[in-house]
């Protein structure tokens, strides 16, 4: 039979401290791996992906622009003035608190002041009305004659308010 001791002569084995080293790197080896911080395991590819979605998202929102731009500059003259009328009409009503009445105490300034709302009332019921019977889309004369009429009365009215101190801006 095979003897070890005529195989391996006492060089070829390591010392007590080549042992102690060897399963040293051993155990660093298998040991298991630390968790990452804020649990994300592949920052490199997190990052990755966050500025993949903040590129697209702003590359959707550029699109979407684009389009809108597009749309908006192929509607015809009309619309686009109608557009104008309602755009300002907002504008200064957003400005000026047409509810509250500017130290009218007396009961003919109370009354004045509800005649000139109720006005307004019924100016955006006809404006809406006009809307509603012919589509917000037609360009024919008659139409756009008599919506900037009407655009144009509830102009007055807000200005004639503004001018006789029944509102303040």
Do not use: C
């Not at 009354?111 to 809307?131: C, P, S, V, Y």
Request: no cysteine.
């Amino acid at each position: 039979m095979i003897d070890p001791k005529d195989m391996y002569h006492d060089d070829d084995q390591p010392t007590r401290a080549e042992r102690k080293m060897m399963w040293r790197n051993i155990e660093k080896g298998i040991a298991p791996a630390r968790a990452p911080i804020f649990f994300i395991h592949d920052l490199r590819s997190f990052a990755y992906g966050l500025a993949a979605a903040f590129v697209i998202y702003f590359a959707a929102f550029g699109a979407w622009q684009a389009v809108k731009q597009q749309m908006e500059s192929d509607l015809p003259a009309e619309i686009k003035v109608d557009i104008a009328y309602r755009s300002a009409i907002d504008a200064l009503e957003g400005v000026i608190p047409v509810t509250q009445p500017n130290q009218q105490n007396t009961p003919q300034g109370t009354g004045i002041l509800t005649a000139r709302q109720e006005q307004l009332q019924l100016l955006d019921t006809a404006i809406a009305n006009l809307r509603k019977e012919t589509g917000a889309n037609d360009v024919s004369p008659i139409f756009r004659a008599r919506l900037r009429q009407l655009y144009t009365l509830k102009l007055q009215v807000l200005q004639q308010m503004i001018e006789h101190g029944e509102i303040e801006l």
